[in-house]
């Protein structure tokens, strides 16, 4: 079945460094991929929609500068929070859809990142 | 705007047991209804998949239904086992936003 693979699961930084999170789709092609945050206890909440070759969509309230995406393949988008704040730390998630899946939405494994 | 919610928030049983997780979503306009499965710290496993135009869906020991009219689903786990705890999560994928919205969960503990 299709997999998205995210890398990396866990990432400790410093405040005020970035961090860059991938998300590959390893047999399939995703022109679109999604983001998700989940606070701890709450529900995940879709962050930005990346398409391949444009702008990402950003969610309202989502800071577009904060959370760079950037969806240069047909199998990688990648998501870079800058200049880090404890309040960022979260687990963060995406997602792709395989077009040849009928609803196939599968996502990937997760990052937890945790700003110190 | 759509609102996903999911009752219990939390469920503890014996193992053994049959047990029902229940989400509720405010707009019946859905293309599809998801299940997954979380488990602490890790990403999402699909457990089932309905679309919006049918009532149910099997997977060995779970059954998921789907009364869109009324915006419910139900997830049903037979014979529950230590290794089925977890959260469980429900996603509606909305016809209009072209994407996920998700219930907050509920975490399940199933004692041995």
């Known amino acids: 079945g299709a997999v998205v693979s995210q890398h990396p699961s866990w990432v400790i930084c410093k405040s005020g460094t970035s961090v860059k999170i991938e998300c590959r789709s390893l047999d399939f092609q995703a022109t679109t991929m999604f983001w998700y945050r989940q606070f701890p206890k709450q529900s995940l909440m879709l962050m930005a929609t990346?398409?391949?070759?444009?702008?990402?969509?950003?969610e309202q309230g989502v800071e577009k500068d904060k959370f760079l995406i950037n969806h240069a393949s047909l199998t990688l988008s990648t998501l870079t929070v800058t200049s880090a704040h404890p309040e960022d730390s979260s687990f963060y998630i995406c997602s792709a859809r395989d077009w040849d899946r009928e609803g196939g939405y599968t996502f990937g494994s997760g990052t937890r990142l945790t700003v110190v | 705007k759509q609102e996903v919610t999911q009752i219990p928030a939390a469920l503890s049983v014996p193992e053994g047991e049959n047990l029902v997780l229940n989400c509720s979503f405010t707009?019946?306009?859905?293309?599809?209804l998801q299940w997954f499965r979380q488990d602490p710290g890790k990403g999402l496993t699909s457990l089932l998949l309905?679309?919006?135009?049918?009532r149910e869906q099997t997977s060995g020991r779970l059954n998921a239904s789907l009364d869109k009219s009324s915006g419910r689903s139900t997830l049903y786990i037979a014979a529950s086992q230590p290794g089925d705890s977890a959260t469980y999560l429900c996603a509606v994928f909305d016809n209009y936003g072209q994407n996920f919205v998700f219930g907050p969960g509920t975490r399940l503990s199933v004692l041995p």
């Open positions: 707009d019946s306009a859905i293309y599809n």
């Open positions: 309905i679309q919006s135009s049918q």
């Open positions: 990346s398409n391949e070759g444009s702008k990402a969509t950003y």
